[in-house]
């Protein structure tokens, strides 16, 4: 068992459905457990049947060792953008505030502040297993890029101008050092599994060989992969006379 444990793939597959599975058996063998999902349009809520939302939450029932949450990128935004100016707030001009929330209100900071909230769950130390859920492929492809060209990019930055769309690079050392530990961490194939979820058709292949090899040239090795949707002999035969 690894620790981390992501489900990828075109939208569709039953990502949520696998997720939400293999999050429910680490629950049960009494492992404290947490399900996140990173998809602006998840139906994470409907599959446990309760309210989620942009919060840890306990799910219902019998599993005491199950929680789940639905990162909301807008919120995560707010958080994040508060999180840089909050502590200035009482001690500097009010036009410096404005200033520094227009700097922040570009597309990297939305960008950003997304991918932080997903890190934090891999520095934590509160749960045995964390199950994530995420977005279509291509989305996620660029979530786990962040880390290595964010490190990239403020790597460079500091040889040249010395700024960034989220500020000057000495404000983001300790980012740099987080999205360092995330990348080593995603790369750790005794800590991390990721499992990619298709259907057994063409386009579902073609999806999943392809984000397969992205994922490769960040040093990053699928595990394993889910072939879901495969029907008895006897259906499809039943089908097939109808």
């Known amino acids: 068992m690894t620790r981390y444990i992501f489900f990828s793939g075109k939208g569709g597959v039953g990502k949520t459905t696998m997720a939400s599975a293999t999050a429910i058996h680490y ?5 404290r457990t947490l399900i996140v999902t990173t998809d602006p349009a998840s139906n994470l809520a409907d599959v446990f ?4 939302g942009h ?14 949450m639905e990162i909301d990128p807008d919120e995560a935004t707010r958080e994040y953008k508060e999180g840089i100016i909050g502590p200035y707030r009482t001690i500097m001009p009010e036009d410096i505030i404005a200033s ?12 950003m502040a997304s991918f932080d909230r997903f890190i934090d769950f891999m520095e934590t130390d509160e749960y045995d297993v964390i199950v994530f859920d995420t977005a ?13 060209d964010w490190s990239r990019h403020i790597e460079e930055a500091s040889k040249g101008s010395g700024q960034t769309c ?18 080593a961490l995603l790369k750790d194939t005794e800590r991390t599994t990721f499992i990619f979820v298709m259907r057994p058709d063409k386009l579902s292949l073609y ?12 040093g990053i090795k699928p595990g394993e992969i ?3 949707g495969i029907l008895p002999k006897e259906v499809c035969e039943m089908h097939s006379r109808r």
């Open 226 to 228: 889910i072939i879901n």
């Open 207 to 218: 999806e999943t060989l392809r984000a397969s090899r992205e994922l490769e040239t960040i």
């Open 49 to 52: 049947e309760q309210e989620i």
């Open 136 to 148: 279509p492929t291509g989305h996620t492809i660029r979530l786990l890029e962040l880390p290595v």
């Open 27 to 31: 629950a049960l063998t009494g492992e």
């Open 166 to 183: 989220l500020g000057p690079v000495q404000s983001l050392q300790d980012s740099k050092d987080k999205y360092d530990r995330a990348t």
């Open 100 to 111: 520094l929330e227009e700097q922040l209100s570009g597309p990297c900071t939305t960008e």
């Open 55 to 68: 919060k840890i939450t306990p799910v219902k029932g019998v599993l005491k060792n199950l929680f789940a």
